[in-house]
Nanobody
Framework: QVQLVESGGGLVQAGGSLRLSCAAS????????MGWFRQAPGKEREFVAS????????YYADSVKGRFTISRDNAKNTVYLQMYNLKPEDTAVYYC??????????????WGQGTQVTVSS
C-alpha cells in the first residue's frame, strides 16, 4: 500500500505561483510514475502533468504547458508541481497519484487526498 500526502495548496492571486508537494510512504517510490490531476467544482477530474519513474520524461496538459513544471526527488520520495502564472481557471483540488506509467490516459493505482488551490482574480 502506498500513501500519498499532498501539501502546498492555498489561496493566491492571479499571476502568482505555488509549489505543490506530494510525499509518498513507500520504499519503492522510484518504481512508480507519478501524476498530478485536478478537479474543479462541478467538473470531472482532469490530467495535469505526469513524470516517469526516472524523471527523464514528463507530460503536460495543454492548459498548463509553459506554466507548470513537474519534478521528482526519488531520494525524498516526493514529487512536485511548480505552478507559475496561475489563473482563476486553475482553481481546483489537486491530487497526486502513483502508477505504472506516466503516459497520459493510463490508470493510476494510488491517490492522495488532495490539496485545494484557489486563484483569485
Amino acid at each position: 500500500q502506498v500513501q500519498l500526502v499532498e501539501s502546498g495548496g492555498g489561496l493566491v492571486q492571479a499571476g502568482g505561483s505555488l509549489r505543490l508537494s506530494c510525499a509518498a510512504s513507500t520504499r519503492t517510490f522510484a518504481n512508480f510514475a507519478m501524476g498530478w490531476f485536478r478537479q474543479a467544482p462541478g467538473k470531472e477530474r482532469e490530467f495535469v502533468a505526469s513524470i516517469r519513474w526516472s524523471g527523464d520524461m514528463s507530460y503536460y496538459a495543454d492548459s498548463v504547458k509553459g506554466r507548470f513544471t513537474i519534478s521528482r526527488d526519488n531520494a525524498k520520495n516526493t514529487v512536485y508541481l511548480q505552478m507559475y502564472n496561475l489563473k482563476p481557471e486553475d482553481t481546483a483540488v489537486y491530487y497526486c497519484a502513483a502508477g505504472p506509467s506516466a503516459v497520459p490516459g493510463e490508470e493510476y493505482d494510488y491517490w492522495g487526498q488532495g490539496t485545494q488551490v484557489t486563484v483569485s482574480s
